[in-house]
Each structure stands twice: as C-alpha cells, then as structure tokens.
C-alpha cells in the first residue's frame, strides 16, 4: 500500500522579519522525500495546495495521506477530497516527524509541539464496571488477539513487538477494562476516538493518581481515577514496565473476566517528538 505522510505549515525561519513562509513536504514510510516546496503566507490555501499536489498525485496517487497535525488537516483534507485521495489523521507519522526534526535547530522545536486541552471526563454512561493491570508475553500477544473475534481493534504492525526489538519473553503491561452491559458501547466510542497511549498521572506520590488515555490527534480523556496507596503502587510499577517493553501497551474492553468474549483491542504507545 502507498502511504504518504504530509504537513503543511508555517516554517520557523530565523530570520522571518514578516516573512513568514509555510512549507509543505510529504513523504514515505521509508522516510524518504517525496516533495518539498515553499510558499509565502499569503499564498497558503486550498488553491495553492491543488497546483502543487495534483501532478504528483497525477504520477504516483496513493492510497492514503497522513497528517499528524490538527492545524494542517482540514485544508490537507479539503484538497485530497478534491483529488480522490483518502485523509487519515493520525500521530504515528514517525518518519515524518524524524524529517522534521532534523529540518529545525533545538530552538524551534515548539514548532514541532502541539497544543493539547485539557482531559475531559469520559461520559457516564460509558464507564466500567472495574478494571484491572495486567500483562501480556510479548511473543504471544499479536497472535492471542489478532485472530479472535474481537468486534473493535486496532494492531498497528509498526507497534508488533519484534519491529521495536523486544524479544518475545518481554512483559506487555496493559488494562482491561471490564465493561459489563456497557462493553460493546465502551469499545464503539473508544474506537470512534481512536486511543493511541494510556499514562498513568500521579497527583500524590504512591497516594492517587488517574490513567489518561491519549486519543486522536490531541484529544486527551480521564479514563480512571483513584485514591488508594496499593493501586497508585500498581500504577507506577504499570509505568515501569511501559519502560521495559520501550513504551508499548495494550487496552482490553470486555464484559466481564470470564475470558471468553472480547469487546475491543487496541494495542498501544506513546507518540512524542
């Protein structure tokens, strides 16, 4: 499949002087550059964009487009609409974002950084019954939830655990989330979201904590929260491990611990830059 990973924005010049310029540069998986160009500010709309996009979309069209940043989506999406090509907005454009960062000096890294609102509260209808950490080997755990039938999942194959080094022994921290009647309701709206990390925030070392769930391309959600010594314990070692499998992790809906039935999967980690 060709996949295209794209930005479109202002570029951090050290000397913009009201100069200021926006870049568009699209690239592969492989990391390679498929194009760059500049334009003055003034220039930077939907027009602009289809003149520089449609020949080589024209030569090579791929299946997907990739945009990592919310600032750029709308107007990327508007435009790849018009040319027949499909928009998926996502944080995992490591390639990318790897290209970009050699492009800008430390000091402009906030160009890199996007803003992100506060965790809002997962609607009430929605929540668990319990939830619980566990883990998962890490040689098994593709094979184990890739052909159950589980309705709702999501297994990247740039987060399988052998193409981020981990030899097959190594523990997979995750959560399961037991939801009861509400299970297939919990698993549809978090597939609607999209999760891509889940971190536990301390608010009192080793007291109480909350586990936000990292979702879409800034959204940031509340999933739980708790005042207990013991669980904010299970939390940080949760933590840990997340360190020892370099940052992968999993989130498991089902109805309840029978093991049985599956409402959702999503196999998970943190995207920075």
Excluded at 55 to 68: A, D, S
Excluded at 76 to 97: I, S
Excluded at 157 to 164: A, I, R, S, T, Y
Aim: charged letters at 20%.
């Amino acid at each position: 499949m060709n996949i295209w990973q794209a930005d479109f924005y202002k570029y951090p010049l050290e000397n913009q002087q009201n100069n200021e310029q926006w870049q568009l540069i699209i690239c592969d998986q492989k990391g390679q550059i498929i194009y760059q160009v500049f334009c003055q500010q003034k220039s930077a709309n939907s027009s602009w964009l289809i003149t520089k996009l449609e020949p080589i979309i024209q030569q090579e069209k791929p299946h997907i487009i990739q945009v990592f940043r919310p600032q750029s989506l709308n107007l990327l999406t508007l435009v790849a609409n018009q040319l027949g090509v499909k928009v998926q907005a996502t944080r995992r454009t490591p390639q990318l974002k790897s290209i970009l960062k050699q492009q800008v000096s430390e000091s402009y890294y906030n160009f890199l950084k996007i803003d992100q609102p506060p965790p809002q509260a997962v609607p009430e209808n929605l929540w668990g019954e319990k939830w619980q950490f566990v883990t998962f080997k890490g040689g098994d755990i593709i094979e184990f939830f890739k052909d159950r039938p589980i309705p709702i999942k999501d297994i990247p194959e740039l987060l399988f655990p052998f193409k981020l080094g981990l030899a097959s022994t190594t523990e997979i921290p995750g959560i399961i989330i037991y939801g009861s009647r509400t299970s297939m309701y919990l698993a549809r709206w978090l597939g609607e979201i999209k999760p891509v990390s889940l971190n536990y925030i301390p608010t009192k070392i080793n007291e109480s904590g909350g586990l936000i769930l990292e979702a879409g391309l800034v959204d940031r959600w509340i999933l739980a929260t708790f005042e207990d010594s013991e669980m904010a314990q299970a939390a940080q070692r949760y933590e840990t491990q997340k360190q020892s499998s370099n940052g992968l992790h999993f989130l498991v809906v089902q109805p309840d611990d029978s093991g049985v039935t599956y409402s959702g999967f999503w196999l998970l980690r943190e995207e920075e830059f």
